[in-house]
């Protein structure tokens, strides 16, 4: 039973249009969220993060956005470029646990130029 | 400073053999976690140690993996005997402080024929 899902496997969007990538959760004890972009044969890198105490976080071209009532998250990346075109995990932990993380499956977004 | 590595970077091994992973963290970073990825799926937990001991192992699949962290510093996971379904890519990931976000190393890609 996945408690992170990204229900979109893949997203492609034309350079310099906004991307909105999507993430929901099942597990209320959740507290801190984040994403991850992956690149083929590399780990993933951290990209933003957000605490349930905030519904937004900006960072740049990227902005995470908290619905906590409706247990979403999602991922803005405006303006888009070809070099965000990468594997995007959704993450998140509860600070009851030893902060692991738990993932969704990854949305591959391919920015076209 | 040096992220976070993994060896190998490929394994292939026949069912039935013994595979060891290792892992180097981020020097000082106390938070070691092991994760994996099967089939292009989600990434899910296997074992978190803090300093030498393990925090949580709740992850493990089943007691022919072996994760060790001897001295705090580096930390090898090991497979014995290994099955084709332990076929994946397995993650190192490393923290400073619990709760900040984690670095991942590139992964280490087993398969096992």
């Known amino acids: 039973d996945q408690q992170v899902k990204q229900n979109s496997p893949s997203l492609s969007v034309q350079e310099g249009r906004i991307s909105i990538l999507n993430c929901d959760y099942t597990?209320?004890?959740?507290?801190?969220f984040l994403w991850y972009k992956k690149y083929p044969a590399e780990g993933p890198t951290f990209l933003i993060s957000?605490?349930?105490?905030?519904d937004k976080n900006e960072d740049g071209r990227f902005t995470v956005f908290l619905n906590k009532s409706a247990k979403h998250l999602s991922l803005h990346i405006v303006p888009s470029q070809p070099g965000d075109s990468a594997v995007y995990f959704c993450?998140?932990?509860?600070?009851?646990?030893?902060?692991?993380?738990?993932f969704g499956s990854g949305t591959q977004l391919t920015v076209l130029p | 400073e040096a992220g976070v590595t993994q060896f190998p970077s490929h394994s292939v091994i026949e069912k039935g053999q013994t595979v060891t992973l290792r892992c180097d963290p981020i020097?000082?970073?106390?938070?070691l976690y092991w994760y994996r990825r099967v089939m292009g799926k989600e990434i899910k937990f296997l074992l978190h140690?803090?300093?030498?001991?393990?925090?949580?192992e709740s992850g493990m699949p089943n007691n022919r993996f072996l994760a060790e962290r001897t001295g705090g510093t580096y930390s090898t996971l090991k497979v014995q005997p290994a099955e084709l379904e332990d076929s994946g890519v397995y993650f190192c990931?490393?923290?400073?402080?619990?709760?900040?976000?984690?670095?991942f190393g590139q992964g280490t890609r087993l398969t096992v024929v």
């Open positions: 990931a490393s923290s400073q402080v619990r709760g900040a976000e984690a670095f």
């Open positions: 597990n209320s004890m959740f507290d801190y």
């Open positions: 957000i605490s349930s105490i905030k």
């Open positions: 993450a998140a932990s509860a600070s009851g646990s030893a902060r692991q993380l738990t």
């Open positions: 020097s000082g970073h106390d938070n």
């Open positions: 140690f803090v300093k030498e001991s393990k925090q949580d």
